[in-house]
């Protein structure tokens, strides 16, 4: 004998009740409860970030001036004044030819691992090995560029920190690429197969456009990483005091290492200095940040 369940109870229209006021006492507490616990969450997490934002602008804009941006590094920590000028340059010059080795080499082996390779032995290597890359302290990479290159050559220079910046970026470009290229849908490769496009034409002209978004996303995740990297530049970069253009001649420096150098000094000067180079590379960052979301949205596939 077949039991029938009653029937929900339902509204006036005809359909069940799923206004809140249906909710029972119990789940409208857990409710509320869940929603409070997200908001602490977030406030948790922009409060400090705020606050550091705050400090940085507020100490950063007080030495923040056209001289300060083209001037050269006081060769003493004591004397006022002075700029940043062969800092600003060696990050840019330094991250650009990070970018540059880093970027394309992640998205290449993003596309192998999720078009070509999948679970194949080479491909789970791959996997493995971007995965330990990904935790290595920075510290470790610069020691290794430094015996592996610096001592090679005989020679510190900003090649060799464009080197150990590439290094750190490279398992972050690789990881995220893949995550933003799985989520392409199945449907648009077979699609484009459909038309008698062949599979590296599917994925030039299909999955990259539908993917450049998550893409630009997690290089510029990578790139914020190593504009920031502190210890591979102290270490195999060298000082300089005036702008050097040149990657492969001569030392180099970079704002991480101006603001570790003078923020570790006990003059007010120096410290001064360290703050105005701190917001003088958050503004950088942001300036990529903003160009790469320009660029994403120019080539990227419009959601219709």
Known sequence: MTVTAPPAPRAAAGGPDLTRSALSGRRRFRNHLATAAIWAAVLLAVVP??????????????????SFLTEDIPNSYRRDGGG???????TLTITGMAALMAIPLGVFGAIYLNEYGK????????RLMADVMTGVPSIVMGVFIYIAWVLMIGKQTGFAGSLALACLMLPVVIRSSEEMLRLVPEELRQASMALGARKWRTTL???LPAAISGITSGSLLAVARAAGETAPIVIVTGIVFAPNWNLFDGTNTALPAQIFRNASQPFEAAQSRAWGAALTLIV??????????????????KER
Do not use: N
């Open 205 to 207: 002209t299909v999955v």
């Open 84 to 90: 940043m000028s062969a800092a600003i340059v060696g």
């Open 284 to 301: 950088i960052v942001l300036g990529f940040t903003i160009i790469a979301r320009l660029i994403a949205s120019r080539f990227a596939i």
């Open 49 to 66: 970030l705020a606050l550091v934002t705050y400090e940085v602008i507020v100490k950063g804009s007080g030495v923040m001036s056209l």
């Open 119 to 126: 679970q194949k032995p080479l491909a789970r290597v791959i």
